[in-house]
């Protein structure tokens, strides 16, 4: 345990974390250098392709120092996004320090800074690194002030280096041996470990990736869950190197993994205690909580034929996305669906990614919503996860949504946009803390629901790129929320209905009834579209009928051509979703997500 | 007896090729390459004529390319062949496409005599600009004098085809043409409408972005205006591009959109016999080689499924304006599937047409969502 240092690399996506991990693999002899040709850490395709650590892993590396011998390093990897802040703290709490990566081109953003505190708060010993140190427009010195000011740490601590060529990297690795310290723990205390995060394997199932606080985790031991007290065995446990390595035991300190036997990845939560059921612990290592989705939206199938196809894929994608819950729904609309949860948005677009890339599954996605709570007059609570289901609201009746706190880190120069555009998101100031002199920290309360559409997109763009932010949930507040119907040629049509702020319902009306217009083909009849509060109609508009579709010619020899192009439209016209008379086609939900693009 | 079938005859040479035009075509072809080119036809003829016993003719068809390009002498040799390798109806119809600029007075008479009884007329146009844009080989006083000869000959019926959609196009445009045409009172009129086809030259310049077609509002609204110019005149709109004085339908034309049989002579034409569709390949070198060896020249084909059949069947009634009728289809493929019948009283409300119950008429409006109506209800 003396010879063993568990630690997390925290840094903005870009800032090279990956890159460092893979340095680090290479200079232990964990991989060789042409093995890394891709970044180990991410292993699915999508995170490669975007470029973000979506599910966090774990690898151990031996390392053998020059003047104080072999050790065993275990980088415990941490998500990169918003959405995922409950399962960084967790990965945090399993380690004793943690690598701050600032990319020095760029300085430090606000998810950075967000994990750094989290770390911080954990007690982690932290090492502070500049990175990308070769590039022509590294300001090095700023950044070295600005991490100084940030941490306390002596300018000499901070390690400049170059993950791409290399440079600095060894003593990395020496730091991480002497700085951070070894783990502690009651070797003879009934075992806990802490789950920081599980996998799922289609052959073994559940696998939780967990950290030994105390005791000892023996193969075939008897084991429990702490937080819903199931009993399983450990048929298997082991080390993480690039595989699984099966061992004997696990004791204080160490990082690896377990087998449980369980089917379910939800039954393996992150957080979670594990300790033994013969002589468990009494207390559950602290901070577990249950992780709930935030964001809502129907998914449903193109064709109706692909329902049961659909099942089945939600079911497999739960199995290893304990974040994600689906259950199934009906839409007039639409037809035979699920309502889906999520942590974010993000989260909702990988898992849709996903469905459509590994499951080949055509879907419609509604508009997303967050979760809201209704009391009635007569005081029954409603919680209601899809705008269709809303009541229309009395004044006796009192809605609730969920509020977010923030941070938002910019560059001074674009303070003002962006005081803007938190107004215009019901965005609540409450405080603008200077990081340097040409950097600040602004914290806002934001209903959830004014950030989950295209709040991160705006933000980047007006302040060109450089804002970056971070949030966590805060609460549950009273709010004038309302649905808003849309109706093609006079009928409601439910997948399109929204909750929205009551000041804000003209506004949605104008640009949701003008954005279907752009999106709804000409067609055979025309459709009006509405938008509706109640039975109070506040925006319309409409698509004019086609007036032609015909090709001119169609003799002899055309006959089969044009067989093949109308073949060509039916496929198309399959593609649409058919509403009484009306034909949407499936990008209508997509674009509606975008409605704040003018 | 089986129905009588049609033959279509194509003549694959232009003196040059149009901008617009995608069918297969070579220019400036030798004399020599011309003239012996019917005899290759015949050739065809005797290679397929078994397969096609005990049918006889109910219409012939030059079309091209520009057949008034052959000396009639040669016509009447294929009219004559036809003759003797199947029975003709006997009032067989026997159209040549002919352009202005390819013939005179002697020539269409000669044709007349070689056994065509019908002319259909490539103006285009009777506007200078458009002509030129249109890149035809003729300008307006040719046409003219072309649709004079031909409207003054006995014996023929006279078709003249216009073609609308330019970006010169403009109402007054279009006053002023029908009014040079319509006292020549052609027995009927087709009207297209300019469409950019892959291959052709418009397509080309489409790509480096000139303005090839008017938008499809716009040709609408011309479209609208000709056909009400033509109701007046007495012509009757009978298919989505087809105007005629009663009696004076093409005939040929007709039989295609009835899914009729038929016979195609010549580098891609093609030919059908009810389930199955072949087509010669476009390329008249590979197709003298092949005949002059004996054999079939190269070509394609296939085979229809029900499903096929039954979706030609539906998008071919809705471009005629007879329409489609249940009580045909009930025939032909059994049950009329549920949701037709809602669909098309819909749509003859909306103005497209008119529907009884049992047959859905298109009207002008109607035909130009030919397309739309078919796939939507086809599904």
């Given amino acids: 345990m003396k010879r063993t240092r568990n630690f997390s690399i925290i840094a903005h996506i870009d800032h090279g974390k990956s890159t460092l991990a893979d340095r680090l693999l290479e200079l232990t002899g964990t991989i060789s250098a042409h093995q890394s040709h891709g970044q180990v850490l991410d292993d699915m395709d999508l995170e490669q392709e975007r470029g973000i650590t979506i599910k966090a892993h774990a690898v151990s590396m031996k390392y053998v120092d020059e003047e104080l011998g072999e050790f065993t390093l275990n980088l415990i990897d941490t998500p990169g996004h918003v959405d995922f802040t409950y399962e960084v703290s967790r990965s945090l709490a399993a380690c004793e320090g943690a690598l701050l990566i600032v990319d020095a081109t760029q300085g430090i953003q606000a998810q950075t800074l967000s994990n750094l505190y989290l770390a911080i708060e954990h007690d982690l010993q932290i090492i502070p690194i500049i990175n990308k140190i070769d590039l022509p427009s590294a300001q090095i010195e700023e950044t070295s002030a600005t991490l100084v000011d940030l941490i306390g740490c002596d300018p000499d601590e901070i390690i400049c280096i170059s993950a791409k060529m290399g440079d600095g990297v060894p003593e990395v690795l020496k730091a991480i041996v002497r700085m951070i310290d070894p783990p502690s723990g009651d070797p003879e205390a009934p075992l806990r470990a802490l789950i920081f995060d599980s996998i799922f394997d289609t052959y073994r199932g559940a696998v939780p990736y967990i950290r030994v606080f105390d005791g000892t985790l023996e193969q075939g031991m008897p084991i429990r869950f702490m937080s819903s007290n199931k009993g399983y065995m450990a048929e298997e446990v082991g080390h993480l190197s690039l595989k699984r390595v099966v061992t004997k035991s696990l004791s204080v300190g160490d990082v690896g993994y377990v087998i449980p036997g369980c089917k379910m990845i939800r039954e393996t939560r992150v957080g979670d205690t594990i300790t033994g059921s013969k002589d468990p612990a009494r207390e559950p290592l602290p901070g577990f909580k249950l992780i709930k989705p935030m964001v809502f939206a129907g998914l449903y199938p193109t064709n109706t034929e692909d329902y049961a196809d659909l099942r089945d894929s939600l079911e497999k994608l739960a199995l290893n996305d304990a974040a994600f819950t689906w259950e199934p729904e009906t839409s007039i609309a639409l037809g035979f669906g699920f309502r889906c949860g999520f942590l974010g948005m993000l989260h909702m677009e990988v898992v849709q990614e996903r469905l459509e890339r590994e499951y080949n599954l055509d879907l419609i996605t509604t508009l997303p919503n967050v979760e809201y709570r209704v009391t009635t007059e007569s005081g029954e609570v409603m919680k209601i996860d899809n705008p269709a289901k809303m009541p229309l609201i009395s004044r006796q009746m009192i809605v609730e949504e969920p509020f977010i706190k923030t941070e938002i880190m910019t560059p001074t120069d674009y303070i003002g946009p962006i005081m803007k555009l938190s107004l215009e998101r019901r965005g609540e100031y409450k405080t603008t803390e200077y990081l340097d002199g040409s950097r600040v920290n602004i914290k806002f309360d934001f209903p959830l629901t004014e950030v989950i559409y295209d709040f991160y997109d705006r933000l980047k763009s007006i302040s060109r790129g450089y804002a970056s932010f971070d949030y966590e949930f805060e609460g549950m507040r009273p709010s004038n929320m309302q649905r808003l119907d849309v109706l093609l040629n006079g009928e409601p049509v439910d997948a399109l209905s929204v909750i929205v702020h009551q000041d804000k319902a003209y506004e949605w009306g104008q640009r949701l009834t003008r954005k279907l217009k752009v999106v709804i083909p000409r067609q055979l009849f025309a459709v009006a579209i509405q938008a509706a509060v109640g039975s109070k109609v506040i925006a319309r508009t409409s698509v004019k009928a086609l007036r032609k579709n015909v090709t001119a010619k169609c003799y002899g020899g055309d006959i089969t051509r044009k067989r093949k192009l109308l073949e060509k439209q039916r496929e198309g016209k399959k593609r649409m979703k058919q509403i009484g008379t009306v034909e949407i086609p499936q990008e209508a939900f997509l674009a509606l997500l975008k409605v704040d693009e003018d | ?379």
């Fill in chain 2, 1 to 379: 007896m089986l129905d009588p079938i049609s033959l279509y005859v194509h003549v694959p040479f232009c003196q040059r090729r149009c901008p617009y035009c995608a069918f297969y075509s070579v220019e400036s072809a030798r004399e020599e390459e011309i003239t012996s080119y019917p005899r290759l036809l015949l050739k065809e003829l005797q290679l397929i004529k078994e397969s096609w016993r005990g049918s006889s003719i109910g219409t012939i068809y030059f079309g091209g390319g520009t057949p008034s390009i052959l000396p009639p002498s040669l016509v009447e040799s294929v009219i004559s062949a036809a003759k003797e390798a199947f029975q003709f109806e006997d009032d067989i119809e026997v159209t040549l496409e002919c352009n202005p600029g390819t013939v005179d007075a002697g020539k269409i008479e000669a044709f007349i005599s070689a056994g065509i009884n019908r002319l259909s007329i490539g103006i285009q146009a009777l506007n200078d600009d458009r002509l030129g844009f249109l890149g035809r080989i003729h300008d307006m006083n040719q046409a003219v004098e072309t649709l004079k000869i031909a409207t003054e000959a006995a014996g023929v019926d006279v078709s003249a085809d216009l073609m609308a959609g330019t970006p010169l196009d403009t109402r007054e445009s279009w006053y002023r043409e029908l009014e040079k045409l319509l006292p020549f009172r052609p027995d009927s009129l087709s009207f297209y409408s300019l469409t950019v086809e892959e291959g052709t030259d418009l397509a080309l310049r489409l790509e480096k972005n000139e303005k090839i077609c008017l938008g499809s509002d716009e040709v609408v609204d011309l479209m609208m205006y000709i056909g009400d110019r033509l109701a007046d005149a007495g012509y009757r709109h009978y298919e989505v591009s087809n105007w005629a004085l009663p009696g004076h339908e093409c005939r040929h034309n007709l039989h295609y959109w009835r899914r009729g049989r038929y016979i195609g002579l010549g580098p891609s034409a093609h030919s059908f016999d009810g389930k199955r569709r072949s087509w010669n390949k476009p390329d008249v070198t590979s197709y003298r080689e092949a005949l002059n060896n004996g054999n079939l020249p190269p070509s394609e084909y296939e085979v229809l499924s029900d499903a096929e059949v039954m979706s030609e069947w539906v998008y071919l009634a809705l471009r005629v304006a007879d329409g489609l009728d249940f009580g045909e289809y009930q025939e032909m493929f059994g049950e009329v599937p549920s949701s037709w019948k809602s669909l098309l009283e819909k749509t003859a409300a909306s103005g497209y047409g008119d529907f009884d119950g049992v047959r859905f008429k298109p009207n002008d409006r109607g035909l130009l969502l030919a397309d739309e109506i078919s796939a939507r209800i086809l599904g």
